[in-house]
Each structure stands twice: as structure tokens, then as C-alpha cells.
């Protein structure tokens, strides 16, 4: 357990992958590779590779749907993993709010809360370019 722990912590020590653990945190819905690369305006490689090290790490569980794969925040039955969600939750929203708006942004545009349109799709780019 103690190895596992210390690839959590690892996996949280780079700053794109604690952004996006404290987004799906805050979120509280799954999210795909495509949704959090418009959101957070990183790479397909780095998105799936971040998503993909969280998940090593036992702090996102994934699920296939179709084309998607969905990342969600791991169920934490033991007090350090709680602890450690803890922790990344109470970090202030301040400094994420423009990510968090975003993500809220781009979720709302699933059709029966599934993703239904690539990155970079001419929906979102439509819809940031409205908050300009």
C-alpha cells in the first residue's frame, strides 16, 4: 500500500495532473480525454497521458463507453486516500476558476450526459468564443 501511495502523491506533485484530479473532484461528473483537453487546453498526448498516470496511481477509475473513455474519481475506502482527496479538495477554487468554468461549459454540452463531440469541435469553439 505504501508504494501505491507514494505514485499517488507523485502523480499529484505535477501541476497539470493536480489540476485536473481537483477538477474532476470539484466536478463531480466523469470526464473524457477530448472534454479535458478543451478544457484545459493541453495536448491529446498530455491529457491521456496525465488521466492515464492518475489512474495508475488508484485515484481515477476509467469506464468505456463507445469511442469515450470516461475518468471519475476512484472510491477511497482507506483514511490516507481520503485524506489525500481531502487535501487536493480544499485547495482554494481561486485558483482554478477559469478551468472549473470551462469544464462546466464544456460538460453541459453532452446529450444525455454522454460526450458527443471531439476536441477543438466547431460547438466549443463557438461557445468560448461567446465568453470573449
Keep these: 500500500m505504501i508504494e501505491r501511495y507514494i505514485d499517488a502523491l507523485k502523480a499529484l506533485a505535477e501541476p497539470h495532473r493536480l489540476r485536473l484530479f481537483w477538477l474532476l473532484i470539484h466536478v463531480d461528473q466523469c470526464i473524457t480525454v477530448a472534454e479535458a483537453m478543451d478544457v484545459t487546453g493541453d495536448t491529446q498526448y498530455n491529457v491521456s497521458r496525465n488521466l492515464k498516470m492518475l489512474f495508475?496511481?488508484?485515484?481515477?477509475?476509467?469506464?468505456?463507453?463507445?469511442?469515450?473513455?470516461?475518468?471519475?474519481?476512484?472510491?477511497?475506502?482507506?483514511?490516507?486516500?481520503?485524506?489525500?482527496?481531502?487535501?487536493?479538495?480544499?485547495?482554494?477554487?481561486?485558483?482554478?476558476?477559469?478551468?472549473?468554468?470551462?469544464?462546466?461549459?464544456?460538460?453541459?454540452?453532452?446529450?444525455?450526459?454522454?460526450?458527443?463531440?471531439?476536441?477543438?469541435?466547431?460547438?466549443?469553439?463557438?461557445?468560448?468564443?461567446?465568453?470573449?
Design 56 to 132: 495508475k496511481a488508484g485515484l481515477l477509475s476509467q469506464e468505456k463507453s463507445g469511442k469515450w473513455v470516461y475518468y471519475t474519481l476512484a472510491v477511497q475506502r482507506l483514511g490516507p486516500w481520503r485524506n489525500l482527496v481531502d487535501s487536493v479538495r480544499s485547495i482554494p477554487a481561486d485558483q482554478f476558476d477559469e478551468v472549473a468554468r470551462r469544464c462546466k461549459k464544456r460538460l453541459a454540452m453532452r446529450v444525455d450526459g454522454k460526450c458527443t463531440v471531439g476536441p477543438n469541435s466547431p460547438e466549443w469553439l463557438k461557445a468560448i468564443a461567446t465568453d470573449s
